[in-house]
């Protein structure tokens, strides 16, 4: 018996699978990965399992006729099997028919989600890259993960610099870092994750190392664990959301002590008055001082007072976790954040200053590469209708309807047609049962998709696509010098096709196939990539293989010519000759821009804005008094895999697991391992309770991730433990308008009786087309 045995990438780490006859018989994590992540091994048992979509298939009411919208019946109905064929004739004349009669901005494809980690087979390049060639989309912009930090951070600091990317890098942080002050936490759960892939998990290693050099690290959370593993870290708990109060304080204690950076305010920021004003509270008469925030926060005022002492006189890294900005006003803490840290006056200095999401994702604090991986090729949009990307509901249920974003007064679309690949909104949304209402408005739902996810279900034609394994790609992924050949290494599932072969069937059928391919195939392309990243590394004195012998070797290690970095460093250096991308060309402590918006919810400063859900709020703390925080999960990657062996051993009774204080949990009489449903106005879900004393009194925790699996279709209980349907659909302010997942109050009890069955693993009806009496004849089907 043979075993292949090859080298893959993927969002989680880097890998060898085996494979025998076919099939996939082994996954072990790379040799040269430090911290390796188990997900990976969820291939195991997926990859041929029973939730693959194994062919082209329809859901039944459409075909025979009911996409009048709204209709309803998304979500709870069988499917009927097609050809390749037809299956891509429906979509062809069903795409063809919304842009003739209502014009491209009718569909949508903003295709939200992490599907392949290669750079080839990224499906939202390539279904966006399709559409444009047949005259365009409504897009989205922004991410679930950090979009008010993307609009906030280009007025403040003129770019999204240390948010994804261009971080002071670890070894500054190792060698030159005091103390260590992380709001939201440093949890390695979300750290075994890189966008493109990794290789080396290196986060833990240099967190041990600045720790062992002397450094001091501050884990400030609600919740004990979101320090890393194995690290002596101080915890200084707090009430969720009140992240911002407690900088402020520490901004009035540095001002009251006159231990702020005055030359460094003057040199390099503007706005400080206004701030001074509103902090020591000459503005608004309501003084921003430790008591005040103790009050909010649950922090002790001395130990406030302490920590803005130790600040001052140490070299301090800040790090301002991806988490806070989810939430209610979610610009006001890293705005907050980045006035702390201009006071300490560290900023641009090695192992002083701050930076965003350490430990949000593996990439966070490594290094670039000095140069660009190139991607597919879009093309132009001629369509310029967007939303930002969390208000897809609002669009759905409101065509033509008013918001505002970032400055600008806009409306939404009148959307026909949504084109979804690669993502599972199912999972990442907020108010899930709003959502299945929103879903059923479209005429048409056309999902590309390997396994049968709510997503699938949940649309009116599935397209069965390959995984990473079953075709070629390239890893390259930003801040690894390991590049991979992504190497085929079982044969299609079914009837899988990769999305590029879908796409460029749907192109040759509406007259497009040209414009689409260039004439290349799949593995055409991957040359390209190759070839361009070949002479975007050579421009900096970087050199790559050959093509032919990187394939033959399937990997290779690049030289790094860039190994240490300082955000904002040249900046600081000499801000007149590297100013800023803001109107002062300094960080902008007060934006008039942002003022001139004239919004409440986000006025030109940083502030400290109550949360519409928060357990000061009497009236609506005494029916949910405990506050959900709904995290990454540590066994997957957002819902990829749900149904794999490494997230299934997570469960206890066999759904997501609900962390709840002892003390909560007494007065509940919840036990471990019990059933518990978790209610609020917007839904319950079932999920199973984890006792634990890791977690401050009046807040739980439950992680994203468990597929949807509602009761009944439409909004019902939902039996696996998804927090999104607990969740509000609602902007963190007009400026943003992105996700609040963690700002919301709930209720949780004990299951008493049985518990309806977990069905999420299990596909839906499926049926042929023989047992659909008269579509066949009627829409001449085969």
Known sequence: ?????????????????????????????????????????????????????????????????????????????????????????????????????????????????????????????????????????????????????????????????????????????????????????????????????????????????????????????????????????????????????????????????????????????????????????????????????????????????????????????????WSLQRADHGEQPYWAGITLAALLGQIGLPGGGIGFGYSSTNGAGRPEMGFRWPSVPQGRNPVVDFIPVARVADMLLDPGGPFEFNGASLSYPDVRLVYWAGGNPFHHHQDLNRLVQAWQRPETIIVNEPFWTATARHADIVLPVTTPLERNDLAFSNRENLIVAMKQAIDPVDGARDDYAIFAGLAKRLGAEEAFTEGRDADGWIRLLYTQASENAGAIGVDMPSFERFWRDGHAELTRKVTSQTLLGSFRSAPERHPLATPSGRIELYSATIDGFGYDDCPGHAVWKEPREWLGNSDLAERFPLHLLSPQPADKLHSQLDHGSVSRAGKVAGRAPLRINQADAATRGIRDGDIVIVANERGSCLAGAVVTDGLIEGVVQLPTGAWFDPSEPGPSLEKHGNPNVLTPDRGTSRLAQSPTCNSTLVQVSRLEGKAPPVTAFEPPVILNLSEVPGVAGRLGLS
């Not at 708990?237 to 992240?243: A, C, E, G, H, Y």
């Not at 008469?285 to 002492?309: F, N, T, Y």
């Open 1 to 321: 018996m043979e075993t292949r045995t090859l080298l893959t990438t993927l969002h989680w780490g880097t890998y060898e699978v085996s494979a025998e006859h076919g099939r996939l018989v082994g996954v072990e994590p790379w040799s040269g990965d430090p911290d390796p992540s188990p997900i990976g091994r969820s291939m195991l048992g997926t990859t041929h399992g029973n939730m693959r979509v194994a062919r082209p298939a329809v859901r039944r009411g459409w075909l025979e006729g009911d996409r009048a919208a709204p209709n309803g019946r998304r979500g709870g109905e069988a499917f009927v099997e097609v050809s390749w064929e037809t299956a891509l004739d429906l979509v062809a004349a069903e795409l063809d028919r919304v842009r003739t009669s209502h014009g491209n901005a009718a569909i949508y494809a903003g295709s939200y989600g992490w599907a392949s980690a290669g750079r080839f087979h990224h499906a939202q390049s390539q279904v966006h890259r399709f559409l444009n060639t047949i005259g365009g989309y409504t897009s989205s912009m922004l991410s679930y993960s950090y979009g008010a930090a993307e609009i906030i951070l280009p007025h403040v600091l003129g770019s999204t610099d240390g948010l994804t990317g261009n971080h002071t890098t670890w070894d500054g942080i190792e060698r030159h870092s005091e103390l260590i002050v992380a709001f939201g936490g440093l949890p390695w759960r979300n750290a075994q994750i890189q966008g493109g892939g990794s290789a080396r998990h290196e986060a833990s290693a240099a967190l041990r190392n600045a720790v062992a050099n002397g450094a001091h690290l501050i884990n400030i959370s609600p919740v004990r664990d979101d320090a890393p593993r194995g690290i002596d870290a101080e915890w200084l708990p707090l009430r969720p959301n009140s992240d911002t109060a407690v900088m402020l304080a520490l901004c009035h204690v540095l001002i009251r002590e006159r231990l702020h950076d005055e030359a460094f305010l003057a040199r390099y920021a503007t706005g400080f008055e206004v701030v001074r004003a509103y902090v020591m509270g000459e503005s608004d008469g309501q003084p921003k001082d430790p008591a005040w925030a103790a009050a909010l926060s649950g922090v002790d005022e001395d130990r406030i007072v302490a920590l803005a002492r130790a600040m001052a006189s140490k070299r301090t890294m800040l790090m301002v976790s």
